[in-house]
DNA sequence: TATTGTTATACTCTATAACTATA
DNA sequence: TATAGTTATAGAGTATAACAATA
C-alpha cells in the first residue's frame, strides 16, 4: 500500500553504480548542464555555444583561413560553411579572398561583430562566477588544469 | 619568403585566449575526445555511447519504467523510443506492460544483454585505464570528484 | 593530382506537437 | 484533465561523397 500522492521514493532513485566513477560519462553529463549554462545566460542572444565560440576565435585570430579555425574547434567542413554563412547574414564575419590561395577564404570579425562579442563579455564573467561558485577558488584552477591535461593526453592526429 | 614544403608554422597555430580558462568549452572538448576513446573501444561493437549506457543503468536498475530511465539520462520520449527499439531489436532488452499503469513500460536486460554489458566489462576497463594514463591516481579521482561537484551544483530542476 | 571550400544527401540527436491508451 | 509512451515532422550536427576552382 502507497502513499496515493506520491510516486513511491524509490521507483526514481536509479543506481548508477559504477557510471559514477566513469569519466566518459561525467563529462557528458557535466558538457550537458554547461551547454543549459550557457543557453540560460545567452537567452537574449540567439547564440549557439558553437556559434559563439568560432566568434571568439575569429577575433582572436582575424584573417585565418575558414579551414584553420573549423579544424581547431572539430567542426566539419560542411557545417562551417553553413555556420559563417549565418554569421555573415547576422553581419558578424567577414569572408575576404586570400590572394596567396585563392581558393581558400579567410575569416574576420565585422565591427559589429567585434562589438558583439565584445559587450557579451559581461555575460561570459556572470557565467564564470556561476561555475566557480561551486568550488574553492583553487579547485576550479584544479578542473581546469585537469581538464587540459585530459585535452593533451588523447590528442588525435588529425 | 617562406619554405615551400611547409605550411607556415603560426598559419596553424592559434591563440585561444581565454578560451583555455573557460569551463564550459574545456568540458566541450573534452567530452568529444572521451567520445573518440569510446567509439575507438567498442568499434567491434557498433555501440553507440548513450546506447550503452542505457544498457548499464537497465542492468542495474532492472523492472524500471522506460520515461524514469530516460529521464535519468536526459534522453527525450521520442528519443528514447526508437534507442530501445533498437535495442530490443537487437535482442538486448525486454519491454514489459506494467500491471500497475498500463500506460506504462518497464524495461530489463534480456539474457543476451546481461551477457553483452558483462562481457563489455573488459573493454570498459581498458578505456578506463587509457583514461587514467595521462593522472596520477588522485589526480584521476579528483578530476572525478570535482565534476560530480559541478554536476551536482548546477542540477537542473526538471 | 591534391587541396579549399561548397553543395547535396543521409543519419543521428534534439525539440515539438499531435496522437493513443490509459489514469 | 493529466500522464506514459508513440508517431510524425522539422531543425541542427555530423559524416560522406561529389563537385568547382585553384594549386
Known amino acids: 500500500m502507497n502513499l496515493p500522492l506520491r510516486d513511491t521514493p524509490d521507483e526514481d532513485t536509479l543506481d548508477f553504480g559504477d557510471l559514477n566513477a566513469s569519466l566518459g560519462f561525467?563529462?557528458?553529463?557535466?558538457?550537458?548542464?554547461?551547454?543549459?549554462s550557457f543557453y540560460a545566460a545567452f537567452d537574449a542572444t540567439q547564440m549557439k555555444p558553437g556559434e559563439f565560440t568560432v566568434l571568439r576565435l575569429i577575433g582572436l585570430n582575424p584573417g585565418r583561413r575558414q579551414g584553420v579555425i573549423a579544424k581547431a574547434l572539430r567542426i566539419k567542413p560542411a557545417h562551417m560553411t553553413k555556420l559563417i554563412q549565418r554569421m555573415v547574414d547576422a553581419g558578424y564575419v567577414e569572408r575576404e579572398a586570400t590572394p596567396e590561395d585563392r581558393r581558400s577564404v579567410t575569416l574576420s570579425l565585422t565591427r559589429d561583430g567585434q562589438r558583439f562579442v565584445d559587450h557579451q563579455q559581461t555575460t561570459l564573467k556572470n557565467l564564470e562566477i556561476k561555475d566557480r561558485s561551486g568550488f574553492a577558488p583553487e579547485e576550479f584552477d584544479q578542473i581546469l588544469t585537469l581538464l587540459k591535461r585530459y585535452i593533451a593526453g588523447n590528442k588525435r592526429d588529425d
Open 26 to 36: 561525467l563529462l557528458r553529463v557535466a558538457q550537458l548542464q554547461a551547454f543549459d
